[in-house]
């Protein structure tokens, strides 16, 4: 069974470009996850989707991030304009079921440099 | 839960010697707890957790983790680590009531094994 995938791996734009990062899930999970850490510090939560719906996007720092979940299968995060401080590694995670604890598998994570 | 903190950034120690690796959180409400570990260039992985029951859980690759309610504490140990071991640990703790089941996460420790 496949992992989550993220795409790309690295990213290196300039400040003020856009760019958009994809997550694919682990096969039937519905849940979808999006977290970042930034320079060394802890990781941060983005937000959650249950299938197409966000859930939570509580951690989402400002509007020049959008998420989308289309079908409820993969997800993208665009961030546009991209700032300095969006540099950083983001990273999907998915887990299946309903309102019960399911373990959260991660993906390799997608390392955005912005200059 | 409010915060994860991981006492040590980096923790150098000789090959087969034991580590224990330190976590803290603040909360006000039950919590499930969590070890990840991150490979040089590779994703997060579960190490082990804790949602209830016995308070000494198992896990992978020969570690363990006690959880102290209350010390508030969920500290990594193994009794003689590998220089397999080398990698990022991280220390996350999720609300049990919080069926979103978001993570916040501590700082990470790098575990630097001596030959």
């Known amino acids: 069974e496949a992992g989550v995938t993220q795409f790309p791996s690295h990213s290196v734009i300039e400040k003020g470009q856009t760019v958009t990062l994809r997550c694919d899930p682990i096969?039937?999970?519905?849940?979808l996850y999006w977290y970042r850490r930034v320079m060394g510090k802890e990781i941060k939560f983005l937000l959650h989707?249950?299938?197409?719906?966000?859930?939570?996007e509580s951690g989402m720092p400002n509007n020049r991030f959008l998420a989308e979940r289309t079908g409820g299968t993969y997800s993208t995060l665009k961030v546009q304009p991209a700032e300095l401080e969006d540099s950083g590694v983001y990273f999907c995670?998915?887990?299946?079921?309903?309102?019960?604890?399911?373990?959260?598998?991660f993906g390799p994570g997608t390392r955005l440099t912005v200059t | 839960a409010q915060s994860v903190t991981q006492l040590d950034s980096q923790v150098p120690v000789f090959e087969e010697a034991p580590v224990e690796l330190r976590c803290n959180y603040s909360?006000?409400?039950?919590?499930?707890l969590f070890w990840y570990v991150q490979y040089p260039n590779q994703g997060l992985q579960l190490l082990l957790k804790?949602?209830?029951?016995s308070t000494l859980v198992k896990g992978i690759n020969g570690f363990e983790a006690e959880f102290n309610k209350s010390q508030t504490s969920f500290h990594l140990r193994k009794p003689s680590v590998h220089i397999s071991d080398t990698a990022e640990y991280f220390c996350?703790?999720?609300?049990?009531?919080?069926?979103?089941?978001?993570?916040?996460w501590g700082a990470g420790t790098k575990l630097i094994i001596k030959p």
């Open positions: 995670a998915s887990s299946q079921g309903d309102s019960s604890y399911y373990e959260q598998y």
């Open positions: 989707f249950v299938k197409e719906s966000k859930q939570d």
């Open positions: 096969s039937g999970h519905d849940n």
């Open positions: 996350a703790v999720s609300e049990s009531m919080d069926s979103n089941y978001q993570l916040i």
């Open positions: 909360s006000s409400v039950s919590v499930y």
């Open positions: 804790y949602l209830s029951g």
